[in-house]
């Protein structure tokens, strides 16, 4: 739901409890101010009654359309006006209806007499009617009013940050261009039109820092440990002792691991700057069948039966790159992780799955726990660690899943979109 439609109808909700509190109080005042106007009304028709009683000072009871005097033979409470209601025959209506009554005691001229005074009543119901039927008017006029107004208001208000959502949308950091966001003369989308220009323009410009020293860091580290390693080498060839080829051939083994290491890191840096963004339909088992061709001699070589079943074809939306990368280390971290004797491989394609099984020692923690960089399963190994942190990356940013079983000795890893 859009944001001004929330607050639309928040706006109606809160109006509709007013109105109705506003209503009760409406009816209150309104039935108040009635009620004095009729007993202001029933005083005035007793001056008027007074003057009449003056003049003619009647000596018989006097019984006309509500008004009632009686002359008093003996002396009464005078001036004791009393209101109340009573039900009283109406001629027009031609029903009982109810009236406010007044009842007094009077002495004119010597004399005593009782005056009773009648009036309808505006009764209480058709003050509350009157009042709900305004107020229901008035709402829905309110209702119709606002509902228009907010379209126009969406429209035309909210158009500058529309915009702004839209520049935000289409911003891409990897073209180095500044984002582009309409002007506005709305203080607050000044404001944040503001603070993304300036959000957007240091991200663009990390983004750029960062994929620089990624490619320096690939090209420069290698450079030197390739001259370390060319070095080492020769000094090999001369004339060593043992202990100085030992540790000839460890300094070699180091320089290779921080050669891999630098390569890894890289590879994870430009898979998190989505620098293999573009996707398309990739057939898995053409990519599967070439690596395992290149890979077949080496794990005949170990030892280790190799089963497949790649008779399904399977396709997925990933890039090239990644699926090779994908699979290659899966195919590495399933040889160089499995058992010295009576090892196996795997590898089906089934129910758009890619599940690779191999054996390998048990691991004593969380399998999760192997998706991050530098952890191992045996940390006595000779692996770096980031095999299936790479592997993991490649499935998050292709949008496919993964699961890693481990049943003491089967090591088991699936793959679907």
Same mark, same amino acid.
């Given at each position: 739901m859009r944001l001004i439609t929330k607050i639309v109808f928040l706006y109606l909700i809160l109006s509709l409890i007013v109105f109705i509190i506003g209503g009760i109080v409406t009816i209150k005042i309104i039935s108040n101010e009635v009620k004095k106007e009729e007993r202001w009304f029933l005083e005035e028709r007793l001056s008027s009654t007074e003057r009449y009683i003056k003049r003619r000072q009647p000596e018989k009871d006097i019984i006309r359309d509500k008004v009632i005097i009686k002359p008093q033979k003996d002396s009464i409470e005078i001036n004791n006006i009393i209101f109340s209601d009573t039900i009283v025959y109406h001629s027009t209506l031609e029903r009982p209806e109810k009236h406010n009554k007044l009842e007094v005691g009077k002495k004119i001229e010597g004399n005593f007499y009782k005056i009773i005074l009648y009036d309808i009543i505006i009764e209480q119901d058709d003050i509350v009617d009157g009042v709900i039927e305004s107020m229901v008017k008035i709402y829905i006029l309110l209702f119709v009013v606002v509902i228009i107004g907010s379209w126009f208001i969406s429209k035309e208000l909210l158009s500058p940050f529309e915009a702004t959502l839209s520049a935000i949308k289409n911003f891409d950091i990897k073209q180095n261009e500044a984002i582009h966001l309409s002007d506005t003369r709305t203080k607050e989308f000044k404001r944040l039109n503001q603070f993304i220009s300036q959000m957007a323009k240091k991200i663009t410009a990390d983004y750029q820092s960062l994929k620089e020293f990624t490619e320096n860091a690939s090209h420069e580290i290698q450079t030197p440990i390739s001259i370390a390693k060319g070095k080492l080498e020769l000094l090999q060839e001369g004339v060593l002792t043992e202990e100085q080829k030992k540790l000839v051939s460890d300094a070699t083994k180091s320089l290779t691991n !921080?050669?891999?290491? =630098? &390569?890894? @890191?890289?590879?994870?840096?430009?898979?998190?700057?989505? %620098?293999?963004?573009?996707? $398309? /339909?990739? &057939?898995?088992?053409?990519?599967?069948?070439?690596?395992? $061709? %290149?890979?077949?001699? +080496?794990?005949?070589?170990? =030892?280790?039966? +190799?089963?497949?079943? @790649?008779?399904?074809?399977? /396709?997925?939306?990933?890039?090239?790159?990644?699926? %090779?990368?994908?699979?290659? &280390? +899966?195919?590495?971290?399933?040889?160089?992780?499995?058992?010295?004797?009576?090892?196996?491989?795997?590898?089906? !394609? %089934?129910?758009?799955?890619?599940?690779?099984? /191999?054996?390998?020692?048990?691991? /004593?923690?969380?399998? $999760?726990?192997?998706?991050?960089?530098?952890?191992?399963?045996?940390?006595?190994?000779?692996?770096?660690? @980031?095999?299936?942190? #790479?592997?993991?990356? #490649?499935?998050?940013?292709? =949008? @496919?899943?993964?699961?890693? #079983? &481990?049943?003491?000795? !089967?090591?088991?890893?699936?793959?679907? $979109?």
């Open positions: !921080l050669s891999k290491i =630098g &390569n890894t @890191l890289t590879l994870l840096a430009k898979i998190d700057n989505q %620098e293999f963004e573009q996707t $398309e /339909n990739t &057939n898995v088992n053409e990519v599967l069948e070439n690596f395992l $061709e %290149e890979y077949e001699e +080496l794990i005949l070589l170990k =030892g280790i039966q +190799l089963t497949k079943k @790649l008779n399904e074809e399977v /396709n997925w939306n990933i890039h090239p790159v990644l699926l %090779e990368i994908l699979i290659t &280390n +899966l195919i590495n971290n399933a040889i160089k992780h499995n058992l010295k004797e009576d090892g196996f491989i795997k590898i089906y !394609l %089934e129910d758009k799955k890619l599940i690779i099984e /191999n054996s390998g020692k048990a691991i /004593n923690h969380a399998t $999760e726990l192997l998706f991050a960089r530098f952890k191992k399963g045996n940390q006595s190994s000779s692996s770096l660690g @980031l095999g299936l942190a #790479i592997i993991h990356k #490649i499935c998050k940013v292709s =949008g @496919l899943d993964i699961k890693y #079983i &481990n049943r003491e000795q !089967l090591h088991q890893i699936t793959i679907s $979109e």
